[in-house]
C-alpha cells in the first residue's frame, strides 16, 4: 500500500476506485509536459506572457509535469494577521513565507504587494512571484464582503513578478464592479507579460439555503454555482482558475425554489454531466474552464486536525477529475517548517504518482 493510500484511509477505495466519470476524460484537455504550446502557443498572449507561464511549469519540485503547486499567504489581510499567525508568528515576516515555498518545492509564491515587494531583490529570481492585486480588508466595521485593489499591475511588474492573482466574489452586490475592474487589471497584465490567475469566489448570504429538517446547506461550494464562476473567470482571459473544491451541487436548483427566478438551468446539467462523486463535481468545473483548456487548481483549505489526509485527498480529487493541482496555504504555513514542507510534499506527491491516474 503505498503512502497515499494509507493518507485515504476508507477514502481510498472511493476516490482512487472511481472510473466511470460522466464527461469523458477524453473529451478534456489534460496537463501534461507540453501544456504551454499545446494550449497557449496560438492565444493573444504575447511571448512575455507564454515565458512566464513557461516559468511557472518549470519551477519546484512538479517541474515538466504539466502540474502546480503553489503556496499563498494573503491571509494576513484577508482573514487578519493574528487570526492567521498566531499559531506560527515567524510568518509575520515575508521572507519566510518565500523560504517555505522554496524549500517546498512549490512552483510559486502568491502573497501581498507588501510581503512580496519588500524580499524582491533577493527572491523574485529564484521562484515566480504571484502577486494579489485586490484583498477584502476586513476592517471596515461591520465587515462587508468587497475586493478592492491594493496596487498597480506596473508594481507587480517592476518588482519581477511572474503572475498576478485577483478574487472576485461571484453573485456579490459588488461583483460587477470587480469583474469590470478585473477584467481591466489582467487585459494590463497581459501586455506587461504577466500571468493571470483568479480566485473564482461565490458571495451571497442567499446561497445559504434552509432545508425543511432546518437543517441548511452551503452552495458556495456547489459545483453548479461555482462551475459558472469559473466559466466567468475564463471569459475575462484568467490563464488559471482557483476554485474551492466543490461539495454539493444543485445551487441553482434550491435558489429557484419557492417560485423566484435565479439564473438559468437544464436538467442535464445535473443528470448527464455531473455526479455526487466528487471527481464528478470536480470535473464539471474544469468543463466550464472551456473543457479544461484554463487549468483549474482548487483550494487546500483550513488548517485542522487531519491536514495531511484531507491534502492527499483534495490533490487525488483535482488530479483523476483532470484538475491542475493544488494552491495550499494555511495547512503549510501554521505549522513548524518541517511540517509544512512535508504537507508540500505529499501534495506534490500524488501529482508524481504515475499509478494514481485520470478517471
Given at each position: 500500500m503505498s503512502n497515499i493510500e494509507q493518507l485515504l484511509g476508507d477514502k481510498a477505495e472511493y476516490l482512487l476506485g472511481f472510473n466511470t466519470p460522466k464527461i469523458a476524460k477524453e473529451q478534456l484537455h489534460l496537463p501534461g509536459p507540453d501544456w504551454v504550446d499545446r494550449m497557449f502557443i496560438n492565444s493573444d498572449r504575447n511571448n512575455r506572457v507564454l515565458g512566464n507561464l513557461a516559468w511557472l511549469y518549470q519551477q519546484g519540485r512538479l517541474a515538466g509535469t504539466g502540474y502546480l503547486s503553489i503556496l499563498p499567504v494573503d491571509q494576513g489581510i484577508e482573514h487578519s494577521g493574528g487570526a492567521s499567525f498566531a499559531k506560527n508568528p515567524a510568518y509575520f515576516d515575508p521572507e519566510n513565507i518565500v523560504q517555505l515555498a522554496i524549500e517546498g518545492g512549490c512552483n510559486a509564491v502568491a502573497s501581498t504587494f507588501g510581503a512580496l515587494g519588500i524580499v524582491a531583490r533577493q527572491y523574485a529570481h529564484r521562484i515566480p512571484f504571484m502577486v494579489k492585486i485586490n484583498h477584502n480588508e476586513l476592517l471596515t466595521f461591520p465587515n462587508k464582503a468587497d475586493q478592492i485593489l491594493f496596487g498597480t499591475i506596473k508594481q507587480a511588474a517592476d518588482m519581477g513578478a511572474a503572475a498576478v492573482g485577483a478574487t472576485i466574489y461571484f453573485g456579490s452586490p459588488e461583483s460587477g464592479r470587480q469583474i469590470v475592474e478585473v477584467a481591466q487589471q489582467f487585459a494590463l497584465a497581459h501586455e506587461f507579460g504577466l500571468v493571470t490567475v483568479l480566485w473564482c469566489y461565490l458571495r451571497n448570504n442567499a446561497f445559504k439555503v434552509k432545508n425543511a429538517d432546518d437543517t441548511s446547506t452551503d452552495y458556495h461550494v456547489s459545483s453548479d454555482l461555482t462551475g459558472q464562476a469559473n466559466h466567468l473567470g475564463v471569459t475575462i482571459q484568467a490563464d488559471i482558475i482557483?476554485?474551492?473544491?466543490?461539495?454539493?451541487?444543485?445551487?441553482f436548483r434550491a435558489l429557484n425554489m419557492g417560485g423566484s427566478s435565479y439564473g438559468k438551468l437544464d436538467a442535464r446539467m445535473y443528470n448527464d454531466l455531473n455526479s455526487d462523486h466528487p471527481i464528478d463535481l470536480t470535473r464539471y468545473q474544469i468543463a466550464n474552464n472551456y473543457l479544461g483548456r484554463i487549468g483549474l487548481i482548487n483550494s487546500g483549505g483550513a488548517s485542522g486536525q487531519n491536514d495531511l489526509s484531507e491534502a492527499a485527498a483534495t490533490a487525488v480529487i483535482n488530479k483523476r477529475a483532470g484538475g491542475m493541482g493544488l494552491i495550499s496555504g494555511r495547512k503549510a504555513f501554521q505549522k513548524p517548517l518541517a511540517?509544512?514542507?512535508?504537507?508540500?510534499?505529499?501534495?506534490?506527491?500524488?501529482?508524481?504518482?504515475?499509478?494514481?491516474t485520470i478517471a
Open positions: 482557483k476554485q474551492k473544491l466543490p461539495e454539493n451541487n444543485g445551487g511540517d509544512g514542507v512535508a504537507l508540500l510534499n505529499t501534495i506534490q506527491d500524488v501529482y508524481l504518482d504515475a499509478s494514481i
